[in-house]
């Protein structure tokens, strides 16, 4: 059986894209912190404007730290995942193993269907459905991955098979969607563009926040981070109040 591994250059691509990611939300998210505080703040006009500008960039560099550590940890998760997976194939039988999952045997008389998913790989299943059987993904990062998939070819016909995942739209968009609905709240006076935007905004925060507590992918400092939208729900909560009882 040959042994095969995850190549150093698709954890390199993959480190790249997380790292890009995290600066980008790490970014967004302190900005959107330390603008909600320093709002308050101006509001309450309790501080001075050089105490208001520390207290920003202190602000601005927590929130900051606090979500690129957690991204660092999902990288470092990721490196466990890359050094341990391995992938032994013959002409009768394949293992897989990596850190947190136990190692798997399929025989290539059980393997009932093979598919394959444009960027992730390849799926082979001993049923014929998603949930019969047994199925394992063997990602396009492998070494010698048109080896591996033409000896597999040779096992079932491999299908093409498109992504599970939803068309996804870009993080920076939905993060642009969210400052701008929160400037409206912030910024317009009038009561009846307030209130609908508002609570759009508190129900997505919620969403938000119940999705990012119950995905056990996430550290716990990225969960603390749902205190930043109970404080956001909060100052939204308190704008439309304040513009109910104004004359």
């Given at each position: 059986?040959?042994?095969?591994?995850?190549?150093?250059?698709?954890?390199?691509?993959?480190k790249?894209?997380?790292?890009?990611r995290g600066?980008?939300?790490?970014?967004?998210?302190?900005?959107?912190?330390?603008?909600?505080?320093s709002?308050?703040?101006?509001?309450?006009?309790?501080?001075?404007?050089?105490?208001?500008?520390?207290?920003?960039?202190?602000?601005?560099?927590?929130?900051?730290?606090?979500t690129?550590?957690?991204?660092?940890?999902?990288?470092?998760?990721?490196?466990?995942?890359?050094?341990?997976?391995?992938?032994?194939?013959?002409?009768?039988?394949?293992?897989?193993?990596?850190?947190?999952?136990?190692?798997?045997?399929?025989?290539?008389?059980?393997?009932?269907?093979?598919?394959?998913?444009?960027?992730?790989?390849?799926?082979?299943?001993?049923?014929l459905?998603?949930?019969?059987?047994?199925?394992?993904?063997?990602?396009?990062?492998?070494?010698?991955?048109?080896?591996?998939?033409?000896?597999l070819?040779?096992?079932?016909?491999?299908?093409?098979?498109p992504?599970?995942?939803?068309?996804?739209?870009?993080?920076?968009?939905?993060?642009?969607?969210?400052?701008?609905?929160?400037?409206?709240?912030?910024?317009?006076n009038?009561?009846?563009?307030?209130?609908?935007?508002?609570?759009?905004?508190?129900?997505?925060?919620?969403?938000?926040?119940?999705?990012?507590?119950?995905?056990?992918?996430?550290?716990?400092?990225?969960?603390?981070?749902?205190v930043?939208l109970?404080?956001?729900?909060?100052?939204?909560?308190?704008?439309?109040?304040?513009?109910?009882?104004?004359?």
């Open positions: 059986m040959t042994r095969y591994r995850l190549t150093e250059e698709g954890f390199a691509a993959l790249q894209r997380m790292t890009r600066l980008i939300t790490g970014g967004v998210t302190a900005l959107i912190a330390a603008v909600l505080f709002f308050l703040q101006i509001s309450s006009r309790s501080l001075s404007t050089p105490v208001l500008i520390g207290l920003f960039v202190i602000v601005f560099g927590l929130f900051f730290a606090v690129y550590l957690g991204t660092q940890r999902s990288i470092k998760r990721l490196a466990e995942f890359w050094d341990t997976f391995e992938l032994r194939l013959g002409e009768e039988k394949l293992s897989l193993r990596h850190i947190g999952a136990k190692k798997v045997t399929i025989r290539r008389e059980d393997v009932l269907r093979i598919g394959e998913t444009p960027d992730e790989g390849l799926w082979v299943s001993t049923g459905e998603e949930e019969d059987g047994l199925t394992v993904h063997i990602p396009q990062e492998v070494e010698d991955y048109p080896q591996v998939r033409e000896v070819s040779t096992w079932a016909e491999v299908e093409e098979v992504s599970q995942a939803a068309p996804r739209v870009p993080g920076w968009a939905w993060l642009a969607l969210f400052l701008i609905a929160y400037g409206v709240v912030l910024l317009v009038s009561l009846w563009i307030v209130l609908p935007v508002g609570i759009l905004l508190i129900g997505f925060s919620v969403y938000i926040g119940i999705a990012i507590l119950r995905n056990p992918n996430f550290e716990t400092p990225v969960k603390l981070g749902t930043l109970a404080l956001l729900i909060l100052s939204v909560i308190g704008r439309i109040g304040f513009l109910v009882a104004a004359p």
